[in-house]
């Protein structure tokens, strides 16, 4: 009842019916969303957006991440971490048996080539940059691990490397295009559990089931569910709210939020429609202005 009471976002969702979340996942298919195109499918560049973290996150991963549900961080291509007793230093254990989509095996060269890449003056990606002023260096001790020193005690020196989504080098080292204007930022060769597929400009973005997945050997998953059990994401280009709604209704989507209007103007349809499932949450987030 609080959380009805305090309704954020309402979503649609086609031929979701009324299943309880507890239900079994179905295996397959392809889920079709509407977006506003994004500029790059990377979010460590500063022309990033909402939707290059939502596309670029299932593809790309970081060291750690946090569970929504209880801002408890675990780890994503670090199995597990160490913090020296000054709290100025932090070691993190990479995962032996993550793969990058094209193959190549991941290691601590990934991990110091991508934070190089943040630390370099030229490159467009001073907003994630500043999340790590304080940070001294961050240095490969062997194949799988690393350690970042700080300058001084930072109360987030863990889960701050959830904000540097992990780049291979040795894509980057076989094309030495400017990295502001790599076809990597389009196209990118990750770790995580969707595969990047086709982007057809002004139409679409599609995703793939990463079927080797490393996370697909967890047994106790965290909250970002290593085992996807959706074939194909297809990120669709609608950028009107209204006409995302009318794609909605003629079948075109499978998903949609609504604004509060669209939700009580539809309100009725939609619950007589057996093939609809409706969502009311709240999201563990803010909005603000600045002056």
Same mark, same amino acid.
């Given at each position: 009842?609080?959380?009805?009471?305090?309704?954020?976002?309402?979503?649609?969702?086609?031929?979701?019916?009324?299943?309880?979340?507890?239900?079994?996942?179905?295996?397959?298919?392809?889920?079709?969303?509407?977006?506003? @195109?994004?500029?790059?499918?990377?979010?460590?560049?500063?022309?990033?957006?909402?939707?290059?973290?939502?596309?670029?996150?299932?593809?790309? +991963?970081?060291?750690?991440?946090?569970?929504?549900?209880?801002?408890?961080?675990?780890?994503?291509?670090?199995?597990?971490?160490?913090?020296?007793?000054?709290?100025?230093?932090?070691?993190?254990?990479?995962?032996?048996?993550?793969?990058?989509?094209?193959?190549?095996?991941?290691?601590?060269?990934?991990?110091?080539? /991508?934070? +190089?890449?943040?630390?370099?003056?030229?490159?467009?990606?001073?907003?994630?940059?500043? /999340? &790590?002023?304080?940070?001294?260096?961050? @240095?490969?001790?062997?194949?799988?691990?690393?350690?970042?020193?700080?300058?001084?005690?930072? &109360?987030?020196?863990?889960?701050?490397?959830?904000?540097?989504?992990?780049?291979?080098?040795?894509?980057?080292?076989?094309?030495?295009?400017?990295?502001?204007?790599?076809?990597?930022?389009?196209?990118?060769?990750?770790?995580?559990?969707?595969?990047?597929?086709?982007?057809?400009?002004?139409?679409?973005?599609?995703?793939?089931?990463?079927?080797?997945?490393?996370?697909?050997?967890?047994?106790?998953?965290?909250?970002?569910?290593?085992?996807?059990?959706?074939?194909?994401?297809?990120?669709?280009?609608?950028?009107?709210? +209204?006409?995302?709604?009318?794609?909605?209704?003629?079948?075109?989507?499978?998903?949609?939020?609504?604004?509060?209007?669209? &939700?009580?103007?539809? +309100?009725?349809?939609?619950?007589?429609?057996?093939?609809?499932?409706?969502?009311?949450?709240?999201?563990?987030?803010? /909005?603000?202005?600045?002056?």
């Amino acid at each position: 009842e609080e959380l009805e009471s305090r309704v954020d976002r309402m979503g649609l969702t086609s031929g979701a019916g009324t299943a309880a979340p507890t239900a079994p996942a179905q295996v397959g298919g392809t889920l079709r969303m509407a977006v506003t @195109e994004p500029n790059t499918l990377n979010d460590i560049l500063d022309v990033r957006d909402w939707y290059s973290v939502l596309m670029g996150r299932r593809i790309l +991963e970081s060291l750690v991440d946090f569970d929504p549900r209880t801002l408890k961080l675990y780890g994503v291509l670090a199995e597990r971490w160490d913090v020296s007793d000054d709290q100025k230093v932090v070691t993190y254990y990479l995962r032996k048996n993550a793969r990058w989509h094209d193959g190549e095996a991941f290691d601590a060269d990934d991990v110091i080539f /991508s934070w +190089e890449a943040l630390q370099n003056p030229s490159y467009t990606t001073s907003k994630v940059r500043t /999340s &790590f002023r304080d940070a001294e260096k961050l @240095e490969k001790v062997d194949q799988y691990t690393v350690r970042m020193t700080w300058k001084k005690v930072y &109360f987030n020196a863990v889960g701050v490397m959830n904000g540097l989504p992990i780049m291979p080098k040795h894509v980057f080292e076989k094309d030495k295009t400017d990295f502001n204007k790599h076809p990597y930022l389009r196209a990118p060769v990750g770790t995580g559990s969707y595969v990047f597929s086709e982007w057809k400009t002004g139409n679409y973005i599609e995703l793939k089931r990463n079927k080797d997945y490393w996370g697909k050997d967890l047994k106790d998953p965290p909250f970002a569910y290593p085992k996807p059990s959706i074939d194909a994401l297809k990120y669709i280009v609608i950028k009107e709210q +209204e006409v995302q709604l009318q794609a909605f209704k003629r079948g075109d989507l499978d998903y949609t939020s609504l604004t509060p209007d669209q &939700f009580f103007a539809n +309100e009725e349809l939609f619950r007589a429609d057996p093939t609809v499932g409706i969502s009311r949450y709240s999201l563990p987030a803010y /909005s603000y202005a600045v002056w």
